[in-house]
């Protein structure tokens, strides 16, 4: 594949692939399908292909929203698809929220699992994300209040008992 530097579209399909590595060299490729292999995650393997406009990985092994924020760097990156009648879905399309999150932090994205994306479900997805942002902060520093009172009144007990341990040894 690095001699084709000039390729546009490439489909590798119903492959034992099993990483998106390789394809450096086709800084011209506008359209990438790899559907229906074993890829588990996209790093930054596809961060050369800066003309990508198309890209379709239904039915592979992607389980994180990590790869989702290696995509954003895709600033060409228009139609993405996790998940395709034809081929299936990844793990990643069931996790809760994943259409807010890849709408929220791919902007550029037109269509999202073979779906067209308005302006509409733009903002919504950027209000939800916010306010899940904000509620799961919100969560975590009271979660991390509810440890520290915790473990001051386990150690205040611990002070307590030990002394009077030491009342009673004396």
């Not at 530097?5 to 489909?11: A, D, K, S, Y």
């Not at 559907?35 to 379709?56: D, F, K, S, W, Y």
């Not at 999202?112 to 903002?123: F, N, V």
């Not at 209040?145 to 007990?157: G, Y």
Request: proline share 2%; aromatic share 6%; glycine share 2%.
């Amino acid at each position: 594949l690095s001699t084709l530097t000039g390729l546009e579209l490439l489909w590798l399909n119903d492959n034992s692939i099993r990483r998106a590595d390789g394809l450096e060299s086709l800084t011209n490729l506008r359209v990438l399908w790899l559907c229906r292999n074993r890829v588990t995650e996209i790093g930054p393997a596809l961060m050369h292909n800066q003309r990508l406009e198309e890209l379709n990985l239904a039915h592979n092994r992607i389980s994180s929203f990590r790869d989702i924020l290696n995509l954003a760097r895709l600033g060409s990156l228009k139609s993405l698809s996790f998940s395709d009648p034809h081929f299936g879905d990844n793990p990643i399309c069931k996790l809760c929220n994943y259409q807010t999150y890849v709408t929220y932090h791919l902007t550029q994205l037109a269509s999202l699992d073979m779906e067209h994306i308005s302006d509409d479900a733009k903002r919504l997805a950027r209000a939800i994300y916010l306010k899940k942002k904000m509620y799961y902060n919100m969560r975590i520093k009271t979660l991390k209040r509810n440890t520290s009172n915790v473990i001051r009144k386990a150690t205040e007990a611990r002070q307590t008992k030990v002394s009077q341990i030491t009342l009673n040894l004396n």
